[in-house]
């Protein structure tokens, strides 16, 4: 099963844009890559998934490399509502999910 | 309203005393899974279930057991817990399981046993 790293933690500062890293080297080739966070006392909350190209949403833009073994979520410009941990997670076609250890992120005003 | 609806949300037990925890969604998914989260651990799957009466493992499946003989209901079982499993657990859905979609995730329940 596909493994994934991310830092544990990062920071930023208010309406900068914020780029989160995720390597996933041992990814399978239908295998999606999801990412979800998480606020402190709450459920996961989808953020952006993808397989192969670039993916924009109103919330984020997941840049996923060419070998895909890494992606970037892109915060484009943060706030402090986007403090949270980001969980980078694969996902498999037959529905095993294994999630990264999420990567704090802090925004500064 | 659609959601994700976990029950208990907070348990205090003993050990081998027998409990299951209920998950129900009301968005007709066909994809539910469990989630233990635990500190330094982040989120780890225990069980999956593509439809109904199909289960399959996560990556910590042991001293759980699931159930899905319905669409809208995924319980996990405890048959015998243990202090090791003192951990916050989500239920989450999806409208198909091939990866494609998006994990609607309970509220979570705090489970602690002692």
């Known amino acids: 099963d596909a493994k994934t790293t991310q830092p544990n933690s990062m920071e930023s500062n208010e309406e900068e844009p914020v780029h989160l890293p995720c390597n996933h080297s041992t990814i399978s080739g239908t295998d999606y890559i999801h990412w979800y966070r998480q606020l402190p006392s709450q459920g996961p909350e989808y953020v952006i998934h993808?397989?192969?190209s670039n993916v924009n949403n109103r919330m984020a833009s997941l840049a996923i490399a060419e070998d895909r073994k890494s992606s970037t979520l892109i915060l484009h410009r943060a706030t402090l509502r986007d403090a949270a941990v980001y969980y980078c997670i694969i996902g498999t076609s037959y529905g095993k999910l294994t999630f990264g250890q999420g990567t704090i992120l802090t925004v500064h005003p | 309203e659609a959601q994700v609806t976990q029950n208990p949300r907070y348990l205090i037990t003993v050990t081998g005393k027998k409990l299951t925890v209920t998950c129900s969604q009301n968005m007709n998914h066909e994809y539910m899974s469990w989630y233990r989260q635990d500190p330094g651990l982040g989120l780890r799957q225990i069980y999956y279930?593509?439809?109904?009466?199909?289960?399959d493992k996560g990556d910590v499946p042991e001293g759980y057991k699931v159930s899905r003989k319905e669409k809208r209901n995924f319980p996990l079982i405890l048959e015998s817990p243990s202090p090791n499993q003192t951990s916050l657990y989500f239920c989450a859905s999806m409208r198909s399981g091939g990866g494609t979609g998006e994990l609607f995730f309970g509220e979570g329940s705090r489970l602690t046993v002692l």
């Open positions: 993808g397989l192969t």
């Open positions: 279930s593509m439809n109904v009466e199909v289960t």
